[in-house]
C-alpha cells in the first residue's frame, strides 16, 4: 500500500465523496483514494499496488493530479483551490508488481545422462524473465538442493559427478525456484531427464554350426542403437581349440548375429571374448541411451548344464558364496552360458555359481560349484581345480589342473578351466571325457547328498569342507601316480571326513556312484548318467501342466491335443525329457507318451 499525503495552506473539511490523486506509475495511470485528513491541513490518499506495474525510476504525480470525484474540500465556505506542481520520480517508491518467471532449464547432458556422463560434472542451465542479478535460483532434486546466482536472467548450476551418480535409474525430476528482488516468487518450473548407467550385456547365446551359414547370436538385455555396429575383430570366437574368425557382425534390436567362417559340430564348445575398441567411434555396441557394452568373456556352467544358477565373485577366497559378492545381472541362459564382464573382476577372485536348474534332468542344482578367474568352464572338476588352489596344493590353475587330471586319469596338459566334459563327448574329442563326466557326477553326487541341510549356510561351510577333503585326497592320488575311484566307501568315507552324514545316505552315495562307474565308456552313456542323477537326486515331480487346447466342436475322431508344459520352473518342478504325460477323460487314460527334448524345447506336447 502506497499512503500520500497532500498538505494544504489551512485546515479543510472533505465531505460529499471521496476526492482522488492521479498517480503515474511507469506509463500507467493509478487513483490513489482519499483515506483520511479532514479537519486538519494534511489529506491522506492511499493505493494499493495491482499486479503487473513496474516502475523502475519510482512513481511521480502529475501536476493538478488531485481531483474532488464529487466530493468538497473546503475551508468554511471556501473551497479550496486544488491546482499543484507536479513532483518527479520517486526513487524510494520503485514498483515491480510483474512476478518473476523461470522460462526454461536444460541440463549440458540433454534429455538423457548415461553411464559415461555421470562420471563427470554437469551444469544445468536456466533462464528467467524479470529477475535482477544477484537474485539466488535454487535446483532441488530430490532432497539434494543445489543454487547459483542470476545474472542478466540467467543462472548456471553445477553437478557434481558424485550428485549424478547418486540419483536413481529411470525419470529423475527437479525443480527451479526463484524470487525477484521485491520478494515475488516466480511459478516453480518442473522438469525431468532420463538417467540410464545400466550397460547393455548379453543374456544368452545360441550357434549353428551349418556348413557356410555357420553363426553365434548373441540376445542382448536391452535394445540396441542399430546405427553403431562392432567390428569382426572385436570378437574372437574358439571353438574347441581351434579359432573360428568372424566374417561379419550385424545388429538389429536386441540381438548381434556373428557370421563365423568355418562349420562346427552340434555340440562343440563355443568359447567367446569381446573386447570394444579402445577409439569408440561407430563401432561401439550402444544401448538407446549410448551405454557401451563392456568386454565380456563367455563362461557355461556344467554339471549337464544347468540354466539359471547366479554368479559370484568369491571376494574373501572362503569358497562360499555371500550376498555381497553377487554379480548382479549374471545368471547362465537356457543353455548354461554366462557373460562376465572383463571389468567385473578385475583382482581376479574365484568364480562361484549357485543354483540354477539341470536341464538334462531338472534337478536342481544343490552344490556351488566354482572355478579360477578367466576360467572358461565351471563345473564339477573346474570346482576341485580352485579348491587345490585353496587348499594351498597348488600355486595356480595349470599346476592344479595337472594334480586333478592326474587322478582322475584324464590327458596329460588338458586345461581344466577350459574343459567340458559334455562338448568332447558330443564332437568325439578328448578320449578321457567321458571318465571326466562320470567323475564330475560323482562329486557332485558326494556333496549334495552329504552336505544336505535345511540350513543353507550350514549347508554350504559342509560341501565346502566335503571338496576339499575331496581335493585333498586327489592331491595325494597324483602324488602317488594313482588313478582315484569315487565309487568305493572308502573314499566316498574319506571325502565325508568329519561331516556327520547317516549310513543310509553313505550307502545311497555308494550305490549312486557305484551305478555310474560301471556305466560304459561310450557317448551313450549320457543319458544313463542323467538318470542315475534323477534317481538319487529328483525328489521334485514335475509341475501339472498349464494348459490344453484342442478344437471344440470336431467330427475327428482322433483329434490332437496339445498340452503346454512348465519346462521353465526353477525349483526344480519343470517338465524334463523322460517325464511320462497321462492324458485322461473322467478316471479313464486315452493315451500316456514320454516327454522328447523336442517337446521339452517347443513346451508343449501334441
Known amino acids: 500500500i502506497v499512503t500520500l499525503s497532500v498538505t494544504m495552506s489551512d485546515a479543510v473539511n472533505v465531505s460529499g465523496g471521496t476526492p482522488t490523486l492521479s498517480l503515474t506509475i511507469g506509463n500507467t495511470s493509478k487513483q490513489a483514494l482519499y483515506a483520511s485528513g479532514s479537519g486538519s491541513s494534511t489529506l491522506i490518499f492511499t493505493y494499493t499496488v495491482e499486479g503487473g506495474l513496474s516502475d523502475t ?10 481531483a474532488l470525484n464529487g466530493a ?7 473551497a479550496a483551490t486544488l491546482k499543484h506542481a507536479a513532483v518527479g520520480d520517486n526513487i524510494t517508491y520503485k514498483v515491480d508488481s510483474i512476478a518473476p518467471t523461470i522460462d526454461a532449464s536444460s541440463p549440458s547432458f540433454g534429455l538423457s545422462l548415461n553411464s559415461l556422463e555421470d562420471d563427470s560434472d554437469a551444469t544445468l542451465s536456466v533462464t528467467t524473465s524479470g529477475v535482477e542479478d544477484g537474485q539466488t535460483l535454487t535446483v532441488t532434486f530430490g532432497e539434494v538442493s543445489l543454487v547459483a546466482d542470476v545474472v542478466s536472467n540467467s543462472a ?7 550428485t549424478l551418480a547418486s540419483f536413481p535409474e529411470g525419470t529423475v525430476s527437479y525443480t527451479v525456484d526463484v524470487s525477484d528482488a521485491a ?31 555357420a553363426k553365434i547370436i548373441l540376445n542382448l538385455s536391452e535394445a540396441l542403437d542399430t546405427s553403431f555396429s562392432p567390428l569382426p575383430a572385436d570378437f574372437v570366437v574358439t571353438i574347441g581349440n581351434a579359432a573360428n574368425t568372424v566374417t561379419g557382425v550385424s545388429v538389429s534390436q536386441q540381438t548381434i548375429e556373428l557370421t563365423l567362417a568355418d562349420s562346427f559340430q552340434s555340440g562343440a564348445l563355443v568359447n567367446l571374448e569381446y573386447t570394444p575398441p579402445t577409439d569408440g567411434g561407430t563401432h561401439l555396441v550402444l544401448d538407446a541411451f549410448a551405454n557401451p557394452m563392456a568386454g565380456f568373456t563367455k563362461g557355461v556352467l556344467s554339471d549337464g548344464y544347468i ?27 537356457e543353455a548354461g552360458n554366462f557373460f562376465v564382464s572383463k571389468q567385473a573382476n578385475p583382482n581376479g577372485y574365484a568364480i562361484i555359481a549357485v543354483g540354477g536348474v539341470n536341464i538334462d534332468t531338472g534337478v536342481i542344482n544343490e552344490v556351488p560349484l566354482s572355478a579360477p578367474a578367466g576360467s572358461l568352464t565351471v563345473n564339477p572338476i573346474s570346482t576341485l581345480v580352485q579348491t587345490v588352489i585353496s587348499n594351498g596344493d597348488a600355486a595356480d590353475a595349470d599346476a592344479a589342473s595337472a594334480i586333478i587330471s592326474a587322478a582322475l586319469g ?5 586345461d581344466l578351466t577350459a574343459f567340458d566334459p559334455l562338448s568332447e563327448i558330443a564332437t568325439g574329442g578328448d578320449a578321457g571325457a567321458i571318465a571326466a563326466q562320470k567323475a564330475a557326477v560323482q562329486i557332485v ?4 547328498l552329504s552336505a544336505s541341510d535345511e540350513d543353507s549356510d550350514a549347508a554350504a561351510e559342509k560341501g565346502q569342507a566335503i571338496l576339499s577333503n575331496i581335493a585333498n585326497d586327489m592331491a595325494a592320488a597324483a602324488s602317488g601316480q594313482t588313478v582315484i575311484n569315487l565309487s568305493t566307501p572308502e573314499t566316498i568315507a574319506s571325502a565325508i571326513g568329519s561331516v556327520a552324514v547317516s549310513d543310509i545316505v553313505k550307502n545311497s552315495i555308494t550305490n549312486a556312484n557305484t551305478a555310474i562307474q560301471e556305466l560304459p565308456d561310450d557317448p551313450s552313456v549320457l543319458a544313463d548318467i542323467s538318470a542315475v542323477q534323477v534317481e538319487f537326486l529328483d525328489f521334485i515331480a514335475p509341475n501339472a501342466p498349464l494348459r490344453l487346447e484342442f478344437d471344440t466342436p ?25 517325464d511320462e504325460l497321462f492324458l485322461f477323460t473322467g478316471e479313464t487314460l486315452l493315451q500316456s507318451t514320454l516327454i522328447t527334448a523336442e517337446d521339452q524345447l517347443a513346451g508343449y506336447a501334441d
Do not use: C, W
Open 307 to 333: 540354466r539359471g544358477a547366479k554368479i559370484y565373485l568369491d571376494a574373501n577366497a572362503d569358497g562360499i558364496a555371500s550376498a555381497s559378492e553377487l554379480l548382479v545381472g549374471t545368471q547362465t541362459d
Open 57 to 66: 525510476d519510482g512513481i511521480s504525480i502529475a501536476a493538478d493530479a488531485l
Open 72 to 78: 468538497r474540500i473546503a475551508a468554511g465556505a471556501q
Open 183 to 213: 520478494g515475488q516468487a516466480a511459478v516453480q518450473h518442473t522438469n525431468s531427464f532420463f538417467y540410464d548407467a545400466t550397460l547393455p550385456s548379453v543374456t544368452s547365446m545360441t550357434s549353428v554350426g551349418t556348413q557356410g551359414a
Open 410 to 414: 584324464l590327458t596329460p596338459g588338458t
Open 554 to 578: 470336431t467330427n475327428d475322431i482322433t483329434p490332437t491335443v496339445r498340452i503346454y508344459l512348465d519346462v521353465s520352473d526353477e525349483a526344480g518342478g519343470a517338465v524334463m525329457r523322460g
Open 156 to 162: 548456471t548450476i553445477n553437478i557434481a559427478a558424485s
Open 445 to 448: 553326487m558326494i556333496v549334495a
